[in-house]
C-alpha cells in the first residue's frame, strides 16, 4: 500500500480564495483524521470520520472549514474564503479499525500558505 | 480537557548515548498515551503507546515510561543513532476525548 496520499503538497493562495485539499486513506482503514500543524499551536485534530460519517468536528475553527468524506477513499478539507491565518500544515490520517488509537497512519501533509 | 507539554524544545545528544526526551500531561483521567516522531518534511509516525494500567513498556530501542502519580511520560532511546534526529511528540487521551498532542521537541544527533 502507498500509504495515506495527499494532495497537493504545497498550495499557495491569496486571501479570499477557496482552497481544497485532498486525502487518500490506506485501503480498508475505517477512520479518517484531519489535522492542522503549525508552530504556535502544534498538531490539532479539526475532525475525523468514522466509516465516512462524521463523528467529531468540534476542532473545527469555524465555518469558513468544511470535511467531506463521499466514500471510503476519499476526503476532502476545504477553506473558504482562506485567511493569512489559515497558513498551516494540514495532515490527513487513518486508522484501521483494530488498531489502538495512536497507531494512526499519517500522510505527508499539505503545507498551505494564504497570502 | 487535557494540555500537554514537553520538557524542552531542543535535545542535543551525542550518537550513540541514551536519549532520553520528557513529556508532562495534565488530566488525571488521560488513560493512553503515546509518542509520535516527526521527520522533516514528513507526518507524525507511531512509534510506542502505553495505557494507564502500565508503567513501562519497551520496543525496539525504544521505552517509554509512565509516572501517574507526577503525571510525566518519558521516551527512552537507546543508543541514538543520526536517523533518530526529528521531532518527538507526545499525545494523552483516554475515554470520549480525542487526542492532545504537546508541540514537540527536536532531537538534535551530535557526530
Known amino acids: 500500500d502507498a500509504g495515506v496520499i495527499q494532495s497537493p503538497r504545497h498550495e499557495v493562495t491569496e486571501m479570499g480564495q477557496e482552497v481544497t485539499l485532498r486525502c487518500k486513506p490506506i485501503s480498508g482503514h475505517d477512520y479518517l483524521f484531519w489535522y492542522r500543524q503549525t508552530m504556535m499551536r502544534g498538531l490539532e485534530l479539526l475532525i475525523y470520520?468514522?466509516?465516512?460519517?462524521?463523528?467529531?468536528d468540534s476542532g473545527m475553527p469555524e465555518d469558513r472549514f468544511s470535511a467531506k468524506m463521499p466514500n471510503a477513499s476519499f476526503s476532502t478539507l476545504k477553506i473558504q474564503p482562506s485567511e493569512p491565518r489559515d497558513s498551516a500544515v494540514y495532515f490527513c490520517a487513518s486508522l484501521g479499525g483494530l488498531a489502538a488509537p495512536g497507531e494512526q497512519f499519517f500522510g505527508p501533509g499539505t503545507r498551505l500558505t494564504v497570502l | 480537557g487535557e494540555s500537554v507539554g514537553l520538557h524542552l524544545p531542543t535535545l542535543s545528544v551525542q550518537e550513540g548515548d541514551n536519549s532520553i526526551i520528557n513529556c508532562a500531561y495534565s488530566?488525571?483521567?488521560?488513560?493512553?498515551f503515546i509518542w509520535y516522531k516527526q521527520e522533516s518534511g514528513k507526518g507524525p509516525q507511531f512509534i510506542i503507546d502505553?495505557?494507564?494500567?502500565?508503567d513501562k513498556r519497551q520496543g525496539q530501542r525504544v521505552t517509554v515510561l509512565l509516572n501517574k502519580t507526577v503525571k510525566h511520560l518519558s521516551l527512552q532511546i537507546a543508543a541514538t543513532q543520526p536517523g533518530d534526529s526529528a521531532v518527538y511528540f507526545c499525545a494523552a487521551g483516554g475515554g470520549a476525548d480525542g487526542l492532545t498532542f504537546g508541540k514537540g521537541t527536536h532531537l538534535i544527533i551530535q557526530p
Open positions: 488530566n488525571s483521567a488521560s488513560d493512553y
Open positions: 502505553i495505557r494507564s494500567n502500565m
Open positions: 470520520f468514522n466509516n465516512n460519517v462524521p463523528i467529531d
